[in-house]
């Protein structure tokens, strides 16, 4: 089982900064890509940005420029820096990982964080 734990949530002033960090852990497995998504109260969850074990990364038109998604593979860790946050950045952000077994098998697993409250005052 691999477990997804995000930290760095919170209430931050717009223009302000938040930094979000997903630590996955277990045994046996290797990331191929880790990411972070984004819900807000009647909105379907949205895809913010992604990067892959390779350094590849993707972001949403919404967050380009102002938003910056990093890893550190020995940890398994995704990091996501927010800088000139605005009000409808307001969601639930949840950590997401594509994984595989380090045994073999199947090649995409998929597990979610159980999300972190990002709020943004006007």
């Given at each position: 089982?691999?477990?997804?734990?995000?930290?760095?949530?919170?209430?931050?002033?717009?223009?302000?900064?938040?930094?979000?960090?997903?630590?996955?852990?277990?045994?046996?497995?290797?990331?191929?890509?880790?990411?972070?998504?984004?819900q807000?109260?009647?909105?379907?969850?949205?895809?913010?940005?992604?990067?892959?074990?390779?350094?590849?990364?993707?972001?949403?038109?919404?967050?380009?420029?102002?938003?910056?998604?990093?890893?550190?593979?020995?940890?398994?860790?995704?990091?996501?820096?927010?800088n000139?946050?605005?009000?409808?950045?307001?969601a639930?952000?949840?950590?997401?990982?594509?994984?595989?077994?380090?045994?073999?098998?199947?090649?995409?697993?998929?597990?979610?964080?159980?999300?972190?409250?990002?709020?943004?005052?006007?």
């Amino acid at each position: 089982q691999v477990h997804l734990v995000e930290s760095g949530g919170g209430l931050v002033q717009a223009g302000g900064s938040l930094r979000l960090s997903c630590a996955a852990s277990g045994s046996s497995f290797s990331i191929n890509a880790m990411g972070w998504y984004r819900q807000a109260p009647g909105k379907q969850r949205e895809l913010v940005a992604t990067i892959t074990s390779g350094g590849t990364t993707n972001y949403a038109d919404s967050v380009k420029g102002r938003f910056t998604i990093s890893r550190d593979n020995a940890k398994n860790t995704v990091h996501l820096q927010m800088n000139s946050l605005k009000p409808e950045d307001t969601a639930v952000y949840y950590c997401n990982a594509d994984y595989y077994r380090d045994y073999g098998g199947y090649y995409h697993w998929v597990t979610w964080g159980q999300g972190t409250q990002v709020t943004v005052s006007s």
